[in-house]
């Protein structure tokens, strides 16, 4: 019996490892790995690549996968992430994937409700959503829960993937985005609209008009619209805005406030001199690298429905569920905003093959 070949190049890939290193690790050679990655390792090399590559044994086990194609993938960070990078982040991707289809055999989650809004500008297109999503004005409520409630799958990204900030792609027919949980909570939200907008302008990097620099653009003006848009910006804020109102507006619409003033400039409400500033002044207090008392981390409905109803219903625990994918229940606590808390398992009830248990996300 041989090792899966594909779980050796993913568990390779999420470490950051080349196969030179890899190779160092286990006292072999690159042309090894090769092999190894190319017909499979046989299973006697089982423990010492679980040991290398610090997986456990039975990923290697596991059903053959590859990992998310970088060219169908946008990186909210492309240029700032080094290539490592990125293939830790989509080999991560494609372990949160996988639990996301674990979780549908168990759960009907919302329908897809993600429109193809590519032949509109980013601005056109952020109002547009807004009035298919029936938000009107309003501040935007949590928006994790909301993307989910539209059949977007959300996770967070695990340990040694937060350089990457955040990712968007098209897979097995549902649009799934990621998101390092080092950033605030209010950049946090800004990059769950940037992806938004990627997902409804964009169909893939081929897609694109002009370049991913544009591409870039097109989604952060789209998200600046999505979460302050300019007529609610023009109809509650005076002719000249003050520091003191941009700071409001930077809590009832739970954005940073570096985003709010660059907001206020766009939409006439803060000239260009006091635009510069308000940064300044923020720079002075903070705001720059963080958010000072800022708000609550936005956390995700599916998980915190999906795991304590499987904990119910079948007696898993997030180990359980760990050993289904082949990985660390530090994993899935990872992929999870942490909402997957890992604890001892205790023994399963007997209950019907599939749990009758309906996730209802709504925003």
């Keep these: 019996m041989t090792l899966e070949p594909s779980r050796i190049t993913l568990a390779r890939l999420r470490c950051g490892l080349s196969k030179a290193r890899l190779a160092e690790r286990l006292g072999t050679t690159a042309r090894t790995i090769t092999n190894y990655e190319a017909h499979g390792a046989p299973e006697r090399a089982g423990p010492l690549l679980a040991q290398a590559l610090g997986i456990p044994q039975g990923y290697l086990r596991m059903p053959?996968?590859?990992?998310?194609?970088?060219?169908?993938?946008?990186?909210?960070?492309?240029?700032?992430?080094?290539?490592?990078?990125?293939?830790?982040?989509?080999?991560?991707?494609?372990?949160?994937?996988?639990?996301?289809?674990?979780?549908?055999?168990?759960?009907?989650?919302?329908?897809?409700?993600v429109p193809d809004l590519c032949e509109a500008g980013p601005e056109e297109a952020a109002q547009e959503l807004r009035l298919l999503w029936g938000l009107g004005l309003d501040p935007m409520p949590n928006l994790i829960r909301l993307a989910e409630s539209k059949g977007v799958r959300v996770l967070s990204l695990p340990g040694g993937t937060a350089d990457v900030d955040a990712f968007s792609i098209w897979e097995d027919g549902r649009p799934f985005i990621f998101l390092s949980t080092r950033k605030s909570a209010e950049r946090s939200r800004f990059d769950v609209a940037h992806e938004l907008g990627h997902?409804?302008?964009?169909?893939?990097?081929?897609?694109?008009?002009?370049?991913?620099?544009?591409?870039?653009?097109?989604?952060?003006?789209?998200?600046?619209?999505?979460?302050?848009?300019?007529?609610?910006?023009?109809?509650?804020?005076?002719?000249?805005?003050s520091l003191a109102s941009a700071l409001r507006l930077k809590e009832q619409l739970g954005v940073s406030a570096m985003a709010a003033v660059y907001a206020l400039n766009r939409a006439g409400r803060l000239s260009d001199w006091s635009y510069r500033q308000a940064c300044v002044e923020l720079s002075r207090r903070g705001y720059r690298s963080g958010e000072p008392n800022g708000m609550p981390r936005e956390t995700s409905k599916v998980f915190g429905t999906a795991f304590p109803g499987l904990r119910r219903s079948k007696g898993w625990g997030t180990e359980s569920i760990a050993r289904q994918l082949g990985v660390w229940p530090s994993e899935v606590h990872g992929l999870t905003f942490g909402q997957a808390i890992t604890d001892v398992d205790f023994n399963p009830v007997k209950v019907p093959e599939r749990s009758q248990a309906r996730l209802s996300v709504v925003g």
């Design 199 to 241: 997902l409804v302008l964009h169909g893939s990097l081929d897609d694109c008009v002009g370049n991913e620099y544009d591409a870039e653009k097109e989604a952060d003006r789209f998200a600046s619209e999505l979460l302050m848009p300019r007529l609610f910006l023009r109809s509650n804020i005076g002719a000249e805005a």
């Design 64 to 113: 053959a996968s590859e990992p998310l194609e970088e060219d169908r993938v946008f990186f909210r960070a492309r240029r700032r992430s080094s290539a490592a990078q990125k293939h830790m982040a989509t080999s991560a991707g494609r372990t949160g994937v996988e639990l996301y289809r674990l979780i549908t055999d168990h759960f009907d989650l919302p329908m897809l409700s």
